[in-house]
């Protein structure tokens, strides 16, 4: 049977999310029940995915667009400036579902009891709908989501400090309120997806696939790469061919394939320490720790290789 699932999106920033979504489309084990976002001006983001749904002929899927702003506000979401570039033509406004987002949590939840949330951005759509329905956490058989981390976050010799988890750590009062929900939880760690990675030549493969959703997706990674490297590449260190990390793939295919990784089954605690939110290992269960089921490591070749035979085949 196929795994029924919500995909839950900050699309359009890191060029990853428009990856996994190739990736979920490429995937008979799932069946997309819908795509949620969240972030800083939601609505475009919202209409990226609409524009790669389109390119994909996949329009049956709806599209909702979700919260703007973190749970208590905050310095708010990223934003590069070259979301949508490369998908979206100027002046294009394909159509959303009326529906906010965490409206449409809560009824396919309801509908579906049991639906799985694969959760690829800040937390805020889950939290509000668990603060506006606390049954919501019943309603979910599993949230697997991209973000925290247990082990040293390092690429290349540099050493990241834990704010590099973005999705948890902007906006740390969701990621707490999520985390102790009581929600079935498996994590896929930054130290993790970090080791992941979209080669030049694998990206170039992609650009010269023949269609329209490969040659929108090649646009984006060519816009996403320069902003990746400067990021992440230690100083005085020269470029290399990562073209993209895969966070968000991975996350995703961890949930029809959990091979690809090792996982260990851990005593998390959710906490926010200096404002910081954190994913704290602990030896032993506590009041304040949940059980959760972990990303440790990962055969980072073989999945590669993996989601490039499956976004080749749309």
């Not at 800040?122 to 509000?128: H, I």
């Not at 023949?210 to 790469?225: D, F, M, V």
């Not at 793939?249 to 906490?271: G, K």
Request: a negative charge; charged letters at 25%; glycine letters at 8%.
């Amino acid at each position: 049977m196929r795994r029924a699932i919500v995909l839950d999106t900050d699309m359009a920033s890191d060029v990853d999310d428009a990856l996994c979504l190739a990736l979920a489309l490429a995937s008979p084990e799932l069946e997309i029940l819908g795509v949620t976002h969240v972030g800083r001006e939601v609505d475009l983001r919202a209409r990226v995915t609409r524009r790669l749904l389109e390119l994909a002929g996949r329009t049956e899927i709806p599209v909702f667009a979700g919260c703007r702003v973190p749970l208590l506000a905050g310095t708010g979401f990223n934003w590069f400036g070259h979301e949508g570039e490369g998908i979206l033509e100027p002046g294009s406004d394909p159509p959303l579902e009326r529906a906010h987002a965490v409206d449409a949590l809560l009824e396919l939840s309801r509908r579906r009891p049991g639906i799985e949330v694969v959760a690829v951005g800040p937390l805020t759509n889950l939290a509000v709908a668990l603060a506006l329905d606390p049954d919501f956490a019943s309603r979910i058989g599993r949230l697997t989501l991209m973000g925290g981390h247990l082990r040293e976050v390092s690429y290349r010799g540099r050493v990241f400090p834990h704010g590099v988890d973005y999705n948890l750590c902007s906006d740390p009062h969701a990621s707490l309120l999520v985390l102790r929900s009581g929600i079935p939880t498996t994590l896929v760690t930054a130290d993790v997806t970090l080791r992941t990675r979209l080669r030049e030549t694998d990206a170039s493969r992609i650009e010269r696939a023949g269609t329209e959703l490969h040659a929108a997706l090649a646009r984006a990674l060519r816009i996403w790469t320069p902003v990746q490297r400067r990021l992440f590449t230690p100083p005085g260190a020269p470029p290399d061919d990562n073209a993209a990390f895969l966070h968000d793939p991975l996350t995703l295919a961890c949930v029809y394939d959990e091979s690809f990784c090792r996982f260990e089954e851990l005593e998390i605690e959710p906490a926010i320490e200096n404002g910081v939110f954190r994913t704290l290992e602990r030896k032993q269960a506590g009041v304040q720790t949940f059980p959760m089921r972990c990303a440790t490591q990962v055969d980072e070749a073989r999945f590669a290789a993996h989601f490039v035979a499956r976004v080749l085949s749309l």
